[in-house]
């Protein structure tokens, strides 16, 4: 049988997580220049690569002490993919990352066309888009809510 603990031991291994696979991202070359605005240095880098995989393996640990050894890794893997999750699609949608010079495939954004109504085939984009990144957080968090209210509440 699994341990109980509460869901802050959950969130601190997410975090943790998140930490080290964040560091991790900022030693690569291309999101190290992104993120930091300029490309890392070789020490820099190498900090980093260092104290990402010492946060990973913290986060292991914590789980492993925790949750006990057949638990613990598995738990471990998946708080560690929902971490590698997050940071995958926020990198991918920085803010500031320029979206005039984007290609295709090698070819040249399309032209946005406009209806008569004024809705443009961007508009339309964006929507289907909102929702279903909303759908995929949503569902998520309605599933573990309604596990939490209906099976570990008594």
């Known amino acids: 049988m699994m341990p109980?603990?509460?869901?802050?031991?959950h969130l601190l291994v997410?975090?943790?997580?998140l930490g080290g696979l964040t560091c991790l991202a900022l030693s690569s070359?291309?999101?190290?220049?992104?993120?930091l605005k300029r490309a890392p240095g070789k020490r820099l880098r190498w900090v980093l690569r260092g104290g990402g995989w010492a946060w990973l393996a913290w986060a292991l640990a914590v789980c492993m002490l925790k949750w006990r050894y057949n638990f613990g890794l598995v738990l471990w893997l998946g708080w560690l993919t929902v971490a590698a999750t997050a940071l995958v699609f926020s990198v991918a949608y920085w803010p500031w990352r320029k979206r005039g010079?984007?290609?295709l495939h090698g070819k040249p954004e399309?032209?946005?066309q406009a209806s008569p109504e004024g809705i443009?085939?961007?508009d339309l984009k964006r929507a289907w888009h909102l929702t279903l990144c909303l759908s995929?957080?949503?569902l998520p968090l309605l599933f573990a809510w309604l596990l939490y209210?209906?099976?570990?509440?008594p």
């Open 110 to 112: 399309p032209a946005v």
């Open 149 to 153: 209210t209906r099976i570990l509440t």
């Open 4 to 9: 109980s603990l509460p869901f802050q031991w």
């Open 14 to 17: 997410l975090l943790i997580n």
């Open 101 to 103: 010079a984007r290609v």
């Open 120 to 122: 443009t085939s961007l």
């Open 29 to 35: 070359e291309r999101e190290g220049e992104l993120l």
């Open 136 to 138: 995929m957080v949503g």
